[in-house]
């Protein structure tokens, strides 16, 4: 059964940093396109950041040039590298997998910026 873990939510201030984590427990992990989507309170999930299983990125113009989505093939892990965090990315952050009609979520993880 594919499995998706994702870790790294935190409370940080803002400017700050994080760097989110995706491990997924799944054969051919390469085959896979991987998104980060995000959900706040009374908020619709939303695409965050997208790579395709050839290494192909895209962002929501909200996180463009803060983020940067990427991933390990061999670690079967997805990362999202969140700089510049404002009060506005506060989020449950959750990662997706998706292969044909397979699409793989998470439980996802808590980020808060605040001072």
């Known amino acids: 059964q594919v499995q998706v873990v994702e870790s790294g939510g935190d409370l940080v201030q803002p400017g700050g940093s994080l760097r989110l984590s995706c491990a997924a427990s799944v054969s051919f992990f390469r085959l896979y396109d991987m998104g980060w989507y995000r959900q706040a309170p009374g908020n619709q999930r939303e695409l965050v950041a997208k790579i395709t299983s050839g290494g192909l990125p895209d962002y929501a113009n909200s996180v463009k040039g803060r983020f940067t989505i990427s991933r390990d093939n061999a670690k079967n892990t997805g990362y999202l590298q969140m700089n510049s965090l404002k009060p506005e990315d506060t989020a449950v952050y959750y990662c997706?997998?998706?292969?044909?009609?397979?699409?793989?979520w998470g439980q996802g993880t808590q980020v808060t910026v605040s001072s």
């Open positions: 997706n997998l998706e292969f044909v009609s397979r699409s793989v």
